[in-house]
């Protein structure tokens, strides 16, 4: 294909080698590791120097992903969410509060009652699907665990 490259790369543990492919229209890079088992690093690839052979990898491990608990007024409803901005999330359920269209919207779910911190994505989804499979009461344990009074954390997150 015109406007692909290939490249190789040599890992620090065991010798292994990575090789991806980056394409040139949109730099879309492609790794493909050596066993299925090897945990798939994202890499973001950027230019740098005078010259456009020059590239700079760098690992995006730093993200800020968030799964949150939200509850309405009352206390009697809950709703699990992921996130990559939490503020964001918690103003659009504020915002979205009465709309019959959405869960959350529907039943007044707009307080912060819990968040969990990853840096990965796979892991946040992965503990929101697990929650959302819990019955009430281990979700409220789990809620009382972090929160124990059940305090609307939405103004601690804006500071």
């Given amino acids: 294909m015109q406007g692909v490259?290939?490249?190789?790369?040599?890992?620090?543990?065991?010798d292994k080698k990575l090789s991806f492919r980056r394409g040139t229209r949109r730099n879309i890079i492609r790794l493909t590791l050596p066993s299925a088992q090897s945990e798939c690093?994202?890499?973001?690839?950027?230019?740098f120097g005078r010259n456009d052979n020059d590239w700079k990898f760098s690992n995006m491990w730093n993200y800020n992903f968030y799964?949150?608990?939200?509850?309405?007024?009352?206390?009697?409803?809950l709703y699990v969410g992921v996130t990559n901005d939490l503020n964001r999330?918690?103003?659009?359920?504020?915002?979205?509060?009465?709309?019959?269209?959405t869960f959350a919207g529907k039943?007044?779910?707009?307080?912060?009652?819990?968040?969990?911190?990853?840096?990965?994505?796979n892991?946040?989804?992965e503990k929101e699907?697990?929650?959302?499979?819990?019955r009430r009461e281990?979700?409220?344990?789990?809620?009382?665990?972090?929160?124990?009074?059940w305090k609307f954390l939405n103004q601690e997150i804006e500071d």
């Fill in 5 to 14: 490259e290939d490249f190789s790369l040599w890992s620090n543990d065991n």
């Fill in 41 to 47: 690093k994202a890499l973001k690839i950027s230019p």
């Fill in 67 to 77: 799964v949150y608990i939200t509850t309405n007024p009352e206390k009697t409803v």
């Fill in 89 to 101: 999330r918690m103003f659009e359920h504020k915002e979205n509060k009465g709309n019959p269209k």
């Fill in 107 to 121: 039943y007044y779910c707009y307080n912060l009652v819990y968040f969990e911190h990853f840096s990965h994505i």
């Fill in 123 to 125: 892991y946040a989804i």
């Fill in 129 to 134: 699907k697990e929650i959302k499979k819990w």
């Fill in 138 to 149: 281990k979700k409220n344990a789990l809620i009382a665990s972090f929160n124990p009074k």
